[in-house]
């Protein structure tokens, strides 16, 4: 229902904000009492990697800066779509230089737990992706796939596991700034 919405409302708003704002009222009035939804919503630019972007409740996503070797987390958003009427995202921006990876994740991979009861978390997170830096999307991912399942060691999800990674290609222009080929 969600994602049908947020189609819906990002054919008819353009800024991330307004078209989660209008996807709160229409999940409120459309759906069972009790239902939300955390969000992350962004806009990329492929020229200039500049994104555009909202958070509704969702966990903050990192960001893997190949330049400076950093994983930086993002800031926090606002509240989960559906859980109250009129609220106000705020929308921000930030840029993608090229060789970062923006990495979005559910908090079933930070919260999950293995055989010895211990949670995976944000911690242990930003190590596999500090190994990740100037890798691509796959390999990020890779990473992070065998890092989790050799933590849980056959301990059951309790969660939903997604990982999502954007990684921005290095430049692909010479020192005189023409854009050469690959």
Do not use: W
């Not at 800031?75 to 993608?96: H, T």
């Not at 890092?147 to 921005?168: K, Y």
């Amino acid at each position: 229902v969600t994602r049908t919405l947020l189609r819906a409302a990002a054919l008819e708003y353009k800024s991330p904000s307004d078209t989660l704002e209008r996807v709160n009222e229409l999940l409120l009035v459309n759906s069972q009492n009790g239902l939300f939804v955390t969000t992350f919503y962004g806009v990329l630019s492929l020229e200039d990697g500049l994104l555009t972007y909202t958070i509704a409740g969702h966990n903050p996503p990192m960001i893997v800066q190949s330049s400076s070797k950093e994983i930086v987390e993002m800031d926090k958003g606002g509240i989960a779509l559906g859980a109250l009427s009129g609220i106000k995202l705020e929308q921000k921006q930030c840029r993608l230089n090229p060789g970062d990876c923006l990495v979005l994740y559910t908090d079933g991979v930070t919260e999950a737990f293995n055989e010895q009861d211990q949670m995976y978390g944000e911690d242990r997170l930003k190590q596999v992706l500090h190994s990740g830096i100037g890798k691509g999307a796959e390999d990020v991912l890779s990473l992070l796939k065998i890092d989790l399942e050799d933590f849980r060691d056959n301990a059951p999800l309790s969660d939903d596991t997604t990982i999502l990674a954007i990684c921005r290609n290095p430049s692909l222009t010479d020192d005189n700034g023409e854009r050469r080929s690959l």
